[in-house]
């Protein structure tokens, strides 16, 4: 990750800040020369959306004439860099265009503005341009945090935040984050233009909370994360279990808000899950696509430098007491993957750990995952007592791995007809076509097996 | 500063039950709330308790029936008109509005003075 977008201001009617890339001011650019600059385009795009957004949108003062100044500046990208070659700082070069294409509209449009109220944008006076359109200093600040925390601003609804956070701060199209969410385009343009138009109305402020609302407000942004990074885990719906694009943006989404809060053990910790846990990603499935349990995973096939950098990121997060649900999943996961075998795992100590996390975050989904611990510390017949816990309390009615955890202690137990009953619990609750295929086989694996004792 | 409505919806058993005394301890409640709104750096612009949906009539077209307009468990009984910075503020503001039989709403008067 790059640090900050200092440095001098780039004029986008310039020549002479050009560098390499194509060769300035030679007319009707080859082919391959256009096909660098298109690249180089859809790569700033990717790297370079939110900074411009979120700058823009401080001077627009409206969400969606900043997102069509931006759109615009992308454009001319295009047509600017194949004549003037790349700008060292594209960043830079595209929100000085977005702000100057943001500053004619409002000149010219002064009375055609919508009626809207303008997004509330406090201490505005870093990012008032002048009639010029320099900025005050010659920094263009870095309003990407106040993006994020409007996107996840915890009057809109969670399902709205995710939206948001992928079209404004990822700048994916509407379609995009449809097909993703499998929902109809209309529904997700109907769901992020509702958003749009409570953070307009309702003035949800354009600002980084205070720290007093910090932890409250952080947490909500890093739940949106994860949701992506799970979503794009583990398809609920869907033929494959991986979305890979989802997992690309929630983890690139986790290492920029790392970038802009350094500080945040949270933050750290979230970063930290991620990278462990898509570190197993090459064996979540068999070669036809089945469902891989942890027990039976390559362990040599798994990423080992996002492991380390992962288990760098868990010291950080856990350090300064007190740690937090994400920075504490984060050393579970990395107690598993640190560990050589299924067999060999420190069980002892991932208990300790989910005794902490429970106490940090009440969860039933937690308490399910601690009694498949509990399973290889003091045996299933335990954990199944935590499990009728569960059972009793409710919250997890319809949660299909709570039948599927059910189901696999009772295998090991030898209690085939029981787990077979509970197995068909899960594929019940279950639309994953690779959970479904692993659930009936464990059916039929117990059928055959039939009552009486097993190995387990 | 922007304007917003704060709503109130309570269960009007919650008053009805409680007499003479759970009506004596909401009016010092809200007193009370009157003086912190002006502490946060807000202000109270309107507002007024409602008499209970049982007195209400709802007109629609020509219709007149005796009755609120919808029926629920927890009904409007009195509003605020604040005005607030943002509405991080404005929810600053509704969480200490009394609400003891229910919740508030916050809601953004719309600016209809054009511009």
Request: hydrophobic fraction near 45%; charged fraction near 25%.
């Amino acid at each position: 990750m790059r640090s900050g977008h200092g440095g001098q201001r780039q004029d986008p009617r310039r020549d002479d800040q050009a560098t390499a890339a194509a060769p300035p001011g030679r007319p009707g650019g080859r082919e391959p020369a256009r096909n660098a600059i298109a690249a180089a385009v859809a790569e700033a795009h990717r790297r370079e959306w939110a900074f411009v957004l979120a700058a823009t949108a401080r001077v627009t003062r409206d969400l969606d004439a900043a997102e069509e100044c931006v759109q615009d500046a992308y454009v001319a990208a295009l047509d600017a860099w194949a004549r003037q070659g790349v700008p060292r700082n594209p960043g830079a070069w595209l929100t000085t265009a977005a702000r100057h294409r943001a500053l004619d509209t409002l000149r010219r449009d002064r009375t055609l503005r919508t009626k809207l109220p303008l997004l509330i944008v406090p201490d505005q006076t870093s990012g008032e341009l002048d009639e010029t359109g320099v900025e005050g200093s010659d920094v263009i600040a870095d309003d990407r945090l106040r993006l994020i925390f409007t996107c996840c601003h915890p009057a809109i609804a969670r399902e709205a935040q995710v939206a948001l956070t992928l079209r404004l701060v990822c700048g994916l199209s509407t379609a995009e984050i449809a097909k993703a969410f499998v929902v109809s385009e209309p529904t997700m343009a109907a769901r992020v233009t509702r958003a749009k138009k409570k953070i307009s109305a309702a003035r949800i402020a354009y600002r980084v909370p205070e720290a007093a609302e910090l932890p409250d407000r952080l947490d909500a942004v890093l739940t949106v994360i994860h949701l992506l990074f799970t979503t794009g885990h583990t398809d609920p719906h869907g033929a494959g279990l991986l979305r890979p694009e989802l997992v690309e943006r929630s983890i690139a989404l986790a290492r920029l808000l790392r970038a802009l809060m350094p500080d945040e053990p949270e933050v750290c910790g979230l970063l930290a899950l991620l990278l462990v846990t898509d570190a197993r990603r090459a064996t979540r499935t068999d070669e036809r696509g089945g469902l891989q349990l942890l027990e039976n995973q390559d362990r040599s096939l798994w990423d080992r430098a996002a492991i380390a950098e992962g288990g760098r990121l868990v010291i950080d997060a856990l350090r300064g007491g007190r740690p937090g649900r994400f920075a504490l999943q984060a050393a579970i996961a990395a107690v598993h993957a640190e560990a050589p075998s299924y067999a060999d795992t420190d069980w002892p100590q991932l208990l300790v750990l989910y005794d902490r996390l429970l106490r940090a975050w009440t969860s039933p989904v937690v308490a399910l995952n601690r009694a498949v611990v509990t399973s290889m510390v003091d045996g299933p017949a335990a954990a199944l007592e935590e499990i009728a816990t569960l059972e009793q309390d409710g919250r997890l009615d319809g949660y299909r791995y709570l039948p599927a955890t059910k189901a696999d202690l009772l295998r090991r137990l030898g209690r085939c007809p029981e787990a077979r009953q509970s197995y068909e619990n899960a594929l019940a609750l279950t639309e994953n076509d690779a959970e479904r295929a692993f659930l009936e086989g464990r059916i039929a694996e117990m059928a055959a097996l039939g009552p009486g004792p097993a190995a387990g | 500063m922007a304007q917003y409505a704060i709503l109130i919806y309570e269960a009007e058993s919650g008053y009805a039950g409680g007499g003479e005394a759970a009506w004596q301890q909401a009016m010092e409640a809200h007193g009370r709330f009157a003086g912190q709104v002006g502490e946060r750096g807000g202000k109270i612009t309107g507002g007024d308790a409602l008499e209970p949906t049982a007195t209400a009539t709802s007109i629609r077209g020509d219709i007149v029936t005796d009755g609120p307009f919808v029926e629920t468990k927890e009904a409007l009984g009195g509003f605020y008109l604040i005005e607030a910075r943002d509405l991080d503020h404005a929810i600053e503001i509704a969480k200490l509005c009394p609400a003891p039989y229910g919740g508030v709403e916050v809601r953004p008067v719309m600016d209809t003075s054009g511009g």
